[in-house]
């Protein structure tokens, strides 16, 4: 065995770590672990416990009081951040970075250390969908998806009667500008019945910081995003490494390939809502290189335009450093939120999005990001 590696994998937007057994990084650190394993390298995984919607300093800031407790050897350090994790690695290694601490560490002697940085489905260049989740029933409906989401999880679906709620306030969101908060908070109360009296406490403590701290919601408009990506510069001996999703465009194609399930034609419903937000054909996106251009070709068969996108980021938002990989998936499937209920344990669909993402498109994103951080290849 050569000297031990260090891999730190980040959630994004209101991602968690661990919320009493339901797991943001579905069978990813099973896949690390095999390939680290075989390439004789002595690894220790960690999943950061971040602040959902905290600003990217606050969260940054929790990244390193973990790294600093852990990292106790000299080894190499891989920060690998799905969505906005993404964002909080980049800070990290950032020359003069300032980040939120509430403890008495410090980023240069770990940053320095950082060899490879993966970001995975990150909204580099922004989100238009941050614009409506910064209004007022933005954060209402937030809060919401991010109950139904860790049902999802932990359950394999939400109740058909709460879905269909969703599918009337995700049709007619216009007609629910002056939605009540009874209307919502009855919705709240029929999910947590439905779990233990100690999942509840995790599940409202960690609801509980969203409402109190929304900061990141701003932060990655494609305006905030600007002002971040001018002041987070790049390290000159980490490698940068990126891997973009597009899932498929809704409409007839998509309604199809769902099939005539009652419930996961309501889901879609959710995700042309979330794929619409995404949906502006007057953002401004960095073109890509010839050869960054020629993969998303290959995988594709074209050069993704501005209102393509895995339903919660545009994917030429997704690329930063080297473009390595190139799917096609939501936001949530690259983490291991797709359909595939025979294994153990169960990977379960929130986002019925009709692109056909399976356990194979799986190993093959997370094998890749393994090459790409042993450098192999």
Request: proline fraction near 4%; aromatic fraction near 8%; hydrophobic fraction near 35%.
């Given at each position: 065995m050569n000297e031990k590696h260090y891999v730190y994998l980040i959630p994004g937007f209101f991602g968690f770590a661990d919320l009493g057994g339901i797991t943001y990084f579905h069978h990813v650190r099973q896949i690390i672990e095999r390939r680290f394993r075989a390439a004789k390298i002595d690894v220790e995984i960690y999943e950061i416990k971040t602040l959902p919607t905290a600003?990217?300093?606050?969260?940054?800031?929790?990244?390193?009081?973990?790294?600093?407790?852990?990292?106790?050897?000299?080894?190499?350090?891989?920060?690998?951040?799905?969505?906005?994790?993404g964002l909080d690695a980049r800070l990290f290694v950032s020359p003069g970075a300032s980040v939120d601490l509430s403890g008495p560490y410090t980023l240069d002697a770990f940053a320095d250390r950082?060899?490879?940085?993966?970001?995975?489905?990150?909204?580099?260049?922004?989100?238009?969908?941050?614009?409506?989740?910064?209004?007022?029933?933005?954060?209402?409906?937030?809060?919401?998806?991010?109950?139904?989401t860790i049902y999802t999880m932990e359950f394999g679906k939400v109740p058909m009667t709460i879905m269909l709620a969703l599918g009337e306030i995700f049709t007619?969101?216009?007609?629910?500008?002056?939605?009540?908060?009874?209307?919502?908070?009855g919705l709240y109360e029929k999910l947590f019945s439905d779990f233990d009296e100690e999942r509840q406490e995790k599940i409202k403590?960690?609801?509980?910081?969203?409402?109190?701290?929304?900061?990141?919601?701003?932060?990655?408009?494609?305006?905030?995003?600007?002002?971040?990506?001018?002041?987070?510069?790049?390290?000159?001996?980490?490698?940068?490494?990126?891997?973009?999703?597009?899932?498929?465009k809704p409409g007839l194609k998509s309604i199809t390939e769902i099939g005539l399930n009652p419930y996961r034609q309501t889901s879609h419903l959710l995700y042309?809502?979330?794929?619409?937000?995404?949906?502006?054909?007057?953002?401004?996106?960095?073109?890509?290189?010839?050869?960054?251009?020629?993969?998303?070709?290959?995988?594709?068969?074209?050069?993704?335009?501005?209102?393509?996108?895995d339903g919660v980021v545009p994917t030429r938002s997704q690329v930063w450093g080297t473009l390595f990989h190139v799917g096609k998936g939501?936001?949530?499937?690259?983490?291991?939120h797709f359909d595939d209920q025979e294994r153990d344990p169960p990977h379960y669909d929130w986002i019925a999005t009709g692109t056909s993402f399976s356990f194979p498109q799986f190993e093959e994103l997370w094998n890749a990001v393994c090459s790409f951080v042993l450098q192999e290849g």
């Open positions: 600003s990217i300093a606050r969260r940054t800031g929790r990244l390193l009081e973990k790294v600093a407790q852990t990292a106790l050897g000299e080894g190499p350090i891989h920060l690998i951040g799905h969505s906005t994790g950082v060899d490879t940085i993966v970001t995975v489905a990150t909204p580099h260049h922004g989100t238009p969908m941050a614009n409506f989740f910064s209004s007022i029933l933005g954060e209402k409906i937030l809060y919401l998806i991010s109950l139904t007619e969101l216009d007609d629910h500008l002056g939605l009540e908060d009874s209307v919502l908070d403590a960690f609801l509980g910081e969203i409402k109190k701290d929304q900061t990141l919601v701003t932060q990655l408009t494609p305006e905030g995003i600007a002002d971040f990506n001018a002041m987070c510069k790049m390290r000159e001996d980490t490698r940068y490494g990126s891997v973009a999703m597009k899932a498929r042309r809502f979330l794929h619409w937000l995404c949906d502006d054909d007057d953002a401004r996106y960095p073109e890509c290189s010839d050869e960054e251009i020629a993969l998303f070709e290959r995988v594709y068969g074209n050069y993704p335009d501005r209102t393509q996108s939501d936001h949530l499937d690259v983490c291991g």
